[in-house]
C-alpha cells in the first residue's frame, strides 16, 4: 500500500472556513480514482505544543504507485486543480508532498503490532 500525503500552508488572508469546505466539497472529490483506499483531509484546529508550520494534510491510500499515477494523469484531476487556481490563487502556500509507508500498530481499539 502506498500513502501520498500533501501538507499545505494557507495564505494569509485566506478565510480558513471557506477553504476547507471548498476543499472538502469541489477539490478532493475529484481524486477519485481506481485504486484510492482512502482519502482523508486534516486542519489545524488547536496547537498544543510549538508552532503549526502547516495548516492543513491530505491523506491518500493507494492500492500501488499505479493507481497513484492514474490519480496524477486524471483529466478530472487536472480540471479541478485549474478551477481551484481560479477561486482560490495562491491559497496555499509552500506544500510538502511526500509518498510514505505505514505501519498501523492500533486499530479500532486492537494492538496489532507487538
Not at 480558513?16 to 478532493?28: G, H, S, T
Not at 490519480?71 to 487556481?85: A, G, T, W
Amino acid at each position: 500500500m502506498i500513502k501520498f500525503v500533501v501538507l499545505s500552508k494557507l495564505r494569509e488572508g485566506v478565510d480558513p472556513d471557506k477553504w476547507w469546505k471548498f476543499w472538502e466539497e469541489v477539490y478532493a472529490p475529484p481524486h477519485m480514482v481506481p485504486g484510492l483506499i482512502k482519502y482523508c483531509i486534516n486542519r489545524v484546529t488547536k496547537v498544543v505544543e510549538g508552532e503549526a508550520t502547516y495548516w492543513g494534510m491530505a491523506e491518500q491510500w493507494f492500492e500501488s504507485e499505479e493507481a497513484l499515477q492514474a490519480m496524477f494523469d486524471s483529466p478530472k484531476l487536472h480540471e479541478v486543480v485549474e478551477h481551484r487556481k481560479r477561486v482560490f490563487p495562491d491559497a496555499t502556500t509552500n506544500p510538502m508532498v511526500v509518498i510514505m509507508e505505514e505501519k498501523i500498530i492500533v486499530e479500532d481499539g486492537v494492538l496489532l503490532r507487538r
